[in-house]
């Protein structure tokens, strides 16, 4: 007789190796762009060059992926990180705060890129 | 579950003795402002969406003085999580073909080429367009 519960784990591990990754080569570089290289001005060059870029959907699926695996990433390390300083919460709430978090936030990226 | 293991008590401040745990728990709380961030690029995608002056406001607040100093602290933390997520590869990434086995040096080198090609490639494309 089987009696073990499937464990969630895989599932939010992948995505947490898929986001190490992102977080790890982009958003390094991303940080720098964002806050010293793409400084506004009236000609609007800025905002044009990230609108066609993602009015192309190869721009879409980039910026989702992005932000999205970065959301699970990190909302992995803090779950477990609150774990390791003994703070602790109703086992199912807990990870429905976190991951249910990352997963309404990435709902909410994809639906204003597609009406981009 | 009818077992109830013997838990030996711990403090909640266990990691504060030991200058490794201590490192550990700072990559562990580098994923915050990592976190914060994405949630700010989200913000972002929205005033895109409401047109060209919301935009350049968001991009104006980026490039403040406080905008500047919370990306710096982003982009810290980002590095931190870097320099130790190669570290980790080469034990996750084992390749093996026949007998031979890819040295860890080999494994860790290739993730920071990429990760030079890569800055370099987006550094690029921000500044050409």
């Not at chain 1, 992102?22 to 000609?43: C, K, N, Q, R």
């Not at chain 1, 990190?74 to 390791?84: A, E, K, N, Q, S």
């Not at chain 2, 402002?33 to 989200?42: D, G, K, R, S």
């Not at chain 2, 090609?117 to 921000?126: D, E, F, P, R, S």
Request: glycine share 8%.
């Amino acid at each position: 007789m089987n009696t073990f519960k499937r464990s969630n784990e895989p599932i939010a591990w992948s995505l947490f190796g898929a986001g190490g990754m992102v977080v790890a080569f982009i958003i390094p570089v991303l940080a720098i762009i964002t806050g010293f290289l793409f400084v506004p001005d009236s000609s609007l060059r800025v905002y044009e060059l990230i609108d066609s870029w993602l009015s192309h959907w190869i721009g879409k699926v980039g910026l989702f992926l992005i932000i999205s695996l970065t959301l699970y990433h990190t909302v992995h390390r803090v779950y477990h990180g609150l774990h390791d300083l003994h703070v602790k919460g109703n086992d199912v709430l807990m990870l429905v705060l976190f991951y249910g978090t990352a997963t309404v936030l990435s709902v909410v990226c994809a639906a204003w890129l597609l009406v981009i | 579950m009818n077992r109830k293991p013997y838990q030996q008590p711990q403090a909640a401040t266990w990691w504060f003795k030991n200058h490794f745990y201590r490192f550990y728990m700072l990559r562990e709380a580098s994923s915050v402002p990592v976190f914060l961030y994405a949630v700010w690029l989200l913000l972002g995608l929205f005033r895109l969406n409401q047109g060209a002056l919301e935009f350049n406001a968001w991009l104006a607040l980026n490039t403040s003085g406080v905008g500047q100093i919370l990306h710096l602290v982003v982009i810290a933390a980002a590095l931190l999580h870097a320099y130790t997520w190669f570290q980790l590869t080469p034990k996750i990434l084992v390749l093996r073909f026949g007998n031979f086995r890819v040295p860890d040096e080999w494994v860790m080198g290739g993730h920071y080429v990429t990760w030079v090609l890569v800055t370099i490639g987006m550094l690029w494309l921000a500044i050409t367009g």
